[in-house]
């Protein structure tokens, strides 16, 4: 972070959100000892995340999980949902919604 000139953004336990100019950038452990896939997530910021998971599971869309909460921020709270494509790569949905 100190040496690239990262910012911080937020952390919670296993977790840290980089601003990388203007990308954002999660940083974790690993899950399993064996990551089975490895690749970066890409985040898709949506105005509403029920509405944008709704959506994409009718379009037959297989979720890890469903919406739920990542953190309770100073001005929002971050809310994120997980998702694979075709090549098993780890993709989110992630709102965030103003207090």
């Known amino acids: 972070r100190d040496t690239l000139g990262m910012r911080l953004l937020f952390q919670v336990p296993n ?4 601003d990388v100019g ?3 950038l999660m940083l974790s452990t690993p899950e399993s000892a064996e990551p089975d896939h490895r690749a970066s997530v890409i985040y898709y910021k949506v105005p509403s ?4 998971f709704e959506a994409l599971r009718v ?3 297989v979720f890890e ?3 739920h909460l990542i953190a309770r921020l100073d001005t929002h709270d971050l809310w994120m949902t997980f998702f694979r494509d075709s090549e098993r790569n780890l993709l989110a ?3 965030e919604v103003p207090h």
């Open 65 to 67: 999980d469903t919406p």
């Open 22 to 24: 203007g990308v954002r």
């Open 15 to 18: 977790l840290a959100f980089f």
């Open 49 to 52: 995340i029920q509405p944008a």
């Open 93 to 95: 949905l992630m709102a």
């Open 59 to 61: 379009r037959g869309v």
